[in-house]
Every structure is written in C-alpha cells, then in structure tokens.
C-alpha cells in the first residue's frame, strides 16, 4: 500500500502512520472543508487499489469542489439511481464461506429477516411474521423474478394485524420493487459506485443505507472483499443508528478484518454517538466544529488541553484541521494531535493510478 500526503504541518507534508485501524472520521460544521477532504481520500483510496462505494445524501459530494482535478472523480463513477433502477443484490443466495460451507438455509432465512427489520424497526412481532414470508420466498423461489415486492403478498396472504403493520413500515421496499435480484458489487467494475438515494426523503435515505451497510457487512465477512478492498462513505455518519447489533457498530468494529475501510462525514457529535464513533476510528480529522460541539470535539483531542483546544479549533479556517492518530512527519512517527493546513490541496502532490487511461496517477 502507497502512502499518500493527507495535508501539511506548517511546511511538512503529513503522511498517515500506524493508526489503530483504516476508519476514518471528518468532523465539522457545514462548509469548513470535509466533503473536498472526502472526495481526495477517495481518490487517495483508488491510488491503493480499493474499490469505492458512495453513498450519496443530501448531495453531499459535488465532483467540483476538486476544481481541475475533477474529472478523476467522474471518470471513474458509476452512478446507481435506486428510486428508478432499484438495486440488484443476491439477497436470497446463500452464502459460501471460506471454508466453501455453504450457509444454511434456516441461517439464511433469519439473516435476512434481521436485516430488513432492524432498519425498519418492526417490533419483535413483526420479524417473526417477516420471517415466515421469508422463509416461504425461500422455499417458492419467487425472489429472483418478483425482487422484493414478492415478500408483500405473501405477507398479505398470511394476513393478520402484525402483517399489515410489518407492509407498512417496509412499504419503502415493496412499493418500489426497491431490491431485485443481481450483484451491483460484481456486475459494476467502474473504480467508484456511487448510490445516489437524493430522490428519497432524509428518513428513507437513512434505511436504504442502512439496509445496504448491513448487506456489505456480510458480503464483506464472507469473503467478498477479499481480492479487493473497500472504502465505504457516509456522510452525516450520526445520524445512523449505533447500537452494538447495527451496521454501523458493526461496521466500525469488526470489519476491518475482512477489507472494509469507513470514511463517515459528521456535522455534529450528537452526543454519545458521534463520540463513540470518533473513539473507534482510527484517524480523526477535527474541522472548525459548531460552537454547541467545541467543547466535546475540544475533549477528545487532549481533555488535559481543552481550554487550548478549545481556542486552537475556533481559529481554524476552511480545509485546516486539526487531526487525531498516527502520523509520519519529517521521517520520524508521531501520535500527537496535529493541526494539518491545505488538507484538500495536498493531494494534488500525490498521483492517482487507475486502468483508466484518461486519468493521471495519484499514488
């Protein structure tokens, strides 16, 4: 792996060293430089050979705050529009292990039950109706022809209250036929995928992603990213669900061992989550936050300095932060906070490689 310049302490260029695990987080308050600092780790990413999956909300990433280097971005996306092609995902295929074990299909059943109602929240109730639609899917194999919508009608044929309420709270699967049969992962070979759920309101755009991050997480775990590592985005990371059996925890957690890396865009700690997470990645990259989060932002930087903290962060212009992990500067390692300046224009010293013959090397 090449490693790349993240920004500059004074005149030193920065490079990342040996942080606890390949996570990172970005976080500040709106415009102060973290979506341009994403879109170059993104291109930093491509240069190390790792695929990229974008989940794009509220239009977070626009391809022209990279001005002339934009087109490294472009030509190298796929964009997928769920709301008007769905997405094709092997959601009823059963897993083949490393071992080639082929996963169970009662294992099979409950997984995918669990998937679809913790981002949904159905209720105890509902998951066990859920889960008797699935596992008669399973049985008619009706999934790759009907895609999800299938689930709806036999749920409306098993009837009863607990039916109707589980259609309801799924009903932005089924009335859109959202997930069908396929593999966007191994049917998409473009450097860059970018899942552009803009057509959906906040809430819907949160399930959908949360639906997918669960999904990857087992793709992921069973060997899917094995040959070639992933970096997944999200923005607006705390407003997710993190509790100890959602994606995301998970995510953060565990998946490191099999070829997931996170790049998640904060506005906010909102409270516990957003520290939890910052706690957990292995880079932070603390930009100008909003002043209700100075004082916690200030704490996980060096609580013994916070007073310091406090005035060093309110000072910081847009594209400077100051960054939490391990760092070579001037050759040597260091493991303390450090403010880096020109964080998005110092990728343009790195070169970005890819099979496209129309883009220049990053790294």
């Known amino acids: 792996m090449k490693n790349c310049i993240i920004g500059k302490s004074g005149k030193n260029p920065v490079y990342l060293g040996s942080p606890s695990n390949d996570h990172k987080a970005l976080i500040g308050a709106t415009g102060t430089g973290k979506s341009t600092a994403a879109m170059n780790f993104i291109l930093d990413a491509l240069g190390n050979g790792d695929r990229v999956i974008v989940f794009n909300t509220r ?51 409950s997984r995918i039950s669990k998937m679809l109602a913790q981002c949904a929240g159905l209720s105890d109730a509902q998951q066990r109706k859920l889960q008797q639609a699935v596992a008669a899917a399973v049985e008619f194999d009706v999934y790759p022809e009907y895609g999800i919508a299938a689930l709806k009608e036999l749920l409306t044929t098993g009837g009863g209250c607990s039916a109707e309420k589980t259609i309801q709270k799924l009903s932005l699967f089924f009335d859109n036929n959202l997930i ?33 991050l669960g999904w990857l997480f ?41 070829g997931i890396k996170l790049l998640m865009a904060m506005t906010s700690l909102a409270g516990k989550k957003g520290i939890g997470i910052c706690t957990m990645a292995g880079t932070n990259f603390f930009f100008r936050p909003a002043l209700n989060d100075l004082e916690g932002v200030a704490k996980l930087i060096d609580n013994k300095r916070k007073s310091q903290c406090m005035s060093e962060l309110s000072l910081l212009k847009v594209g400077e932060c100051i960054a939490t992990g391990s760092f070579i500067i001037n050759h040597k390692l260091v493991n303390l906070p450090t403010k880096l300046i020109g964080i998005g224009d110092s990728f343009s010293e790195n070169s970005v490689s890819s099979s496209n013959p129309n883009t220049k090397k990053l790294c």
């Not at 473009?190 to 949160?206: A, C, G, K, S």
């Not at 899917?224 to 059996?245: C, H, M, R, T, W």
């Open 59 to 109: 239009d977070s990433l626009d391809p022209k705050l990279l001005g002339e280097r934009a087109p490294l971005y472009e030509l190298q996306r796929k964009v997928l529009r769920p709301a008007f092609e769905g997405i094709k995902v092997p959601l009823f295929s059963p897993y083949h292990g490393s071992d080639d074990v082929i996963e169970p299909t009662a294992i099979m059943v």
């Open 180 to 212: 069908q049969d396929g593999d966007f992962i191994a049917s998409e070979h473009m450097p860059i995928m970018e899942i552009d759920v803009n057509d959906f309101d906040l809430d819907d755009q949160r399930v959908i992603a949360e639906f997918l």
């Open 218 to 258: 087992y793709y992921g775990q069973k060997g899917g990213f094995k040959e070639q590592n992933v970096v997944i985005f999200l923005d607006e990371a705390q407003n997710y669900s993190f509790k100890p059996d959602s994606p995301l925890y998970r995510l953060i957690n565990e998946s490191r061992k099999f």
